[in-house]
């Protein structure tokens, strides 16, 4: 099958959409299918993989999974129809997404949606202050999401708990299919952390480690106020934080507030390569996201064997079972850091959590998930044939915006 992948982000950009797209591309094609990426230009990087084909794009310090990629390129137009494609598969909604729909339309082929992402939690980064404002503008993010969803053939979503979210918004009733990002498990499970460790002077730590974009959604705050209650108790605890964004100087600022500097470790960003053997050095991982909808890193935390503290949200619970493999709390700081503390005062739950995390890892390898993958976009083929498209049951009466 010869498929093209639209993304908005791709290499070198780290995120759990470029991870997703990059993991599903590498287990269709070792299934023998040639999988083509389109995503935004990136300035002084040289591709590693094949077949990667940039769009223009501005430079941009925007902190989402939305890049300021230019969806024009005639020399992109040109080489497209040359693919003989079977199909197209959207992994946003604008932009390069609506590049994908515009282009399954002109070449007549099936179309297929990942919603992989809580988009109406980004209105949150428009500067303005007014309750009503926001509530409008979440409101016109559903309907251009409504709008493009009904172009497509297929929606794929990654958990249970968005599937619901699309039942309850949308009232999408087929044409939707859960199929979690797949993980490549001995990446995560084939590496020894103790060099991190050893590296970083971290040999005595009780280290806690999470992962991911610094900023507002990701509710760092929660996670380092839990730190400073349970290192009152644990003070041989380390918090330790992969990923960066606009938010890092705000954020170390405000563990010099709480004066717990000193125990909490601002890595910035990694090369996805090297996040496994950090995650294997950790004793335990924290997470307070409430605004994902899959909890990738979640789910790479499972498979490098680590305990998890996370708050009870979508995406998250999907992949932490409570009590088997970790615990899930209230979103507040008092509740996240008992729990830390409570682990922690429990070694044999921690030994025990590790064991469980390593049976449950077995579920998400990305071969099982590249099949499954595969069944929907031939499901997609034969619903584009009969001419079916996504249909959204639900009345329209909530996207009207006159008086």
């Known amino acids: 099958m010869h498929i093209a992948f639209f993304t908005n982000t791709y290499y070198p950009w780290i995120s759990g959409v470029v991870r997703s797209v990059s993991l599903f591309r590498q287990a269709l094609t070792d299934l023998g299918n040639n999988v083509f990426v389109f995503a935004q230009h990136a300035e002084n990087y040289i591709d590693q993989e094949p077949f990667i084909f940039r769009y223009p794009a501005l430079t941009s310090s925007w902190p989402t999974d939305i890049s300021a990629v230019i969806p024009i390129s005639p020399s992109v137009d040109y080489l497209i129809p040359s693919l003989k494609l079977d199909l197209i598969h959207?992994?946003?909604?604008?932009?390069?997404?609506?590049?994908?729909?515009?282009?399954?339309?002109?070449?007549?082929l099936p179309l297929v949606f990942t919603f992989h992402s809580q988009y109406a939690e980004y209105s949150q980064y428009i500067p303005l202050n007014q309750e009503t404002i926001?509530?409008?503008?979440?409101l016109l993010i559903d309907k251009w999401l409504g709008d493009f969803m009904q172009k497509c053939n297929h929606i794929v979503v990654p958990t249970a708990s968005m599937l619901e979210r699309l039942h309850e918004e949308f009232d999408?009733?087929?044409k939707v299919s859960v199929i979690p990002t797949g993980i490549d498990l001995k990446r995560f499970q084939n590496v020894d952390g103790l060099p991190v460790r050893e590296s970083h002077g971290w040999q005595d730590d009780i280290v806690m480690i999470s992962v991911g974009r610094l900023s507002p959604e990701k509710n760092w705050k929660r996670l380092i106020e839990a730190s400073a209650r349970a290192w009152g108790v644990h003070p041989k605890l380390r918090l330790v934080l992969i990923g960066d964004g606009l938010d890092r100087e705000k954020l170390v600022k405000y563990t010099n507030k709480l004066g717990i500097s000193d125990r909490v470790t601002f890595i910035g960003s990694l090369p996805y390569e090297e996040i496994?053997?950090?995650?294997?050095?950790?004793?335990?991982?924290?997470?307070?996201?409430t605004a994902e909808t899959q909890g990738l890193v979640t789910m790479e935390a499972v498979a490098a064997g680590l305990p998890v503290v996370a708050v009870d949200a979508v995406g998250t619970r999907d992949n932490v079972i409570h009590n088997y493999t970790g615990i899930l709390t209230k979103n507040d700081s008092y509740s996240l850091g008992n729990a830390i503390t409570a682990l922690l005062n429990r070694p044999d739950t921690l030994a025990?959590?590790?064991?469980?995390?390593?049976?449950?890892a077995k579920e998400f390898?990305?071969?099982?998930?590249?099949?499954?993958?595969?069944?929907?976009?031939?499901?997609?083929?034969?619903?584009?044939?009969?001419?079916?498209?996504v249909v959204l049951h639900r009345s329209k009466k909530k996207f009207s915006f006159s008086s």
């Open 365 to 389: 390898d990305i071969a099982f998930q590249a099949q499954k993958l595969l069944a929907v976009y031939r499901q997609a083929i034969e619903d584009f044939k009969a001419g079916q498209t």
């Open 90 to 108: 959207a992994h946003h909604p604008t932009l390069l997404g609506r590049t994908a729909a515009n282009k399954a339309a002109e070449l007549n």
């Open 276 to 289: 496994p053997a950090y995650l294997k050095a950790a004793d335990l991982f924290g997470f307070a996201s």
């Open 352 to 360: 025990e959590f590790r064991k469980n995390a390593a049976l449950q």
């Open 172 to 174: 999408i009733r087929d």
């Open 134 to 138: 926001h509530d409008f503008i979440k």
